[in-house]
């Protein structure tokens, strides 16, 4: 719906991104506003995208001379239908599709894709001057993090096409990306990106909470809490801040209030790795574990994260249901992954 926070603008390129049509043999001239849009959105952490029909090898040989390659992620450049394309992009990119939207100078390829996904925005390509003024495309805040989106989606992409040409168990892959995990308390330059992954990650939030920035420099500076951030990098790059936990220190257990990890990583099994590393800091501090769970419709993953880290279910409260961690060994960290605290 307009108004809406859109996360990823997917462009036709024919008299849409440039004047003219490709197979055609048109002399291909850039319209006027593309440029600066696709520049100033991909500042703002907006992704980009195209779903077009045409030959893939000669449109993306135009888009590369014209300096516009880089910026497009998940390309569908083929004959099928735009709204098709655009699931498959957000397929890729693992987002949803109504945080998409579709740009296109022709009204019959809008209607197919507003039938088909209305919770896609459709615009004409007339549009495009004036796109970075729309309040769908313009978050309230940008991070360093958001600033980098884009480049965080390549070296993804990178990883996975690594992944795909090896040959070999899982184990030595993850071991072959010398990844870093770095989890410490979090600084006041954490918490815009903090506030950001409570809003934007649902699918792997524990209790689905979301807190704003003041909630959230508050707890940092609380003596009964402490707000932890993990980082994590590999051969390829940094993720970037992947994970958020919030636990109360109480004086007789700690309970963890919140625990969320970015979907980009699961299957390096970092949430595993970040449960742990919390039964470690409370058994040090003497306390019983314990945390929060609210099932969701999507939050599933987060669950079976706890229960592989020997969490099982003690209580409910309500719609709340509390887990305590087991009292038994704590699996030692995996030999492909190095972990970094503050004790270190």
């Given at each position: 719906?307009?108004?809406?926070k ?25 319209r006027?506003?593309?440029h600066?849009?696709l ?11 195209v779903a ?11 888009l590369?001379?014209?300096?516009l ?10 004959w ?14 693992n987002?949803?599709?109504d ?10 390829e809008?209607a ?5 996904l ?6 004409d ?6 796109l970075?003024e ?5 978050p309230?805040?940008?991070?360093a ?9 390549q070296?993804?992409a990178?990883r996975?096409?690594?992944?795909e ?7 030595s892959?993850?071991a072959?990306l010398e990844?870093?995990l770095?989890i410490?308390?979090?600084?006041e330059?954490?918490?815009?990106r903090?506030e950001?992954?409570?809003?934007r990650t ?6 689905g ?5 003041a909630e959230?420099?508050a707890l940092?500076?609380?003596s009964t809490h402490?707000l ?9 790059g940094?993720?970037?801040v992947?994970?958020?936990a919030?636990v ?7 309970t ?10 699961m299957?390096?099994?970092v949430?595993?790795i ?5 039964r ?7 306390r019983p574990?314990?945390?929060d769970f609210?099932?969701?419709?999507r939050?599933r ?19 709340v249901l509390?887990?305590r961690?087991?009292d038994d060994?704590i699996?030692?960290?995996?030999e ?9």
């Amino acid at each position: 719906m307009p108004g809406e926070k859109k996360k990823c603008v997917v462009w036709d390129l024919d008299n849409t991104v440039w004047d003219g049509v490709l197979l055609e043999g048109d002399r291909l001239t850039l319209r006027p506003g593309v440029h600066e849009a696709l520049r100033t959105l991909d500042g703002r952490g907006l992704l980009h995208s195209v779903a077009s029909r045409n030959d893939h090898e000669a449109a993306w040989a135009r888009l590369t001379e014209l300096g516009l390659a880089e910026y497009f992620l998940a390309p569908r450049i083929g004959w099928g239908t735009k709204s098709q394309a655009i699931r498959e992009i957000a397929a890729e990119l693992n987002l949803g599709t109504d945080a998409f939207v579709f740009v296109d100078d022709d009204p019959y390829e809008r209607a197919e894709v507003g039938h088909a996904l209305p919770e896609v925005l459709c615009l004409d390509a007339t549009e495009v001057p004036k796109l970075a003024e729309r309040a769908e495309l313009n978050p309230e805040f940008v991070t360093a993090e958001a600033r980098g989106r884009r480049r965080l989606y390549q070296a993804a992409a990178r990883r996975k096409e690594a992944e795909e040409e090896f040959e070999g168990p899982q184990e030595s892959f993850l071991a072959s990306l010398e990844m870093c995990l770095r989890i410490t308390p979090a600084r006041e330059s954490d918490l815009r990106r903090a506030e950001e992954l409570t809003v934007r990650t649902h699918q792997l939030n524990a209790t689905g909470r979301t807190y704003s920035y003041a909630e959230l420099d508050a707890l940092r500076t609380s003596s009964t809490h402490q707000l932890l951030v993990a980082e994590l990098t590999d051969r390829f790059g940094p993720y970037g801040v992947i994970g958020l936990a919030l636990v109360e220190t109480g004086a007789e257990a700690w309970t963890v209030r919140l625990l969320l990890m970015s979907c980009r990583v699961m299957s390096r099994g970092v949430g595993a790795i970040m449960v742990n590393h919390l039964r470690r800091t409370a058994r040090a501090a003497g306390r019983p574990l314990y945390a929060d769970f609210v099932r969701t419709d999507r939050n599933r993953m987060m669950y079976i994260a706890y229960r592989l880290g020997g969490f099982t279910e003690e209580g409910r409260d309500g719609e709340v249901l509390s887990l305590r961690a087991a009292d038994d060994e704590i699996p030692p960290l995996p030999e492909y992954l190095r972990l970094i605290t503050d004790d270190d």
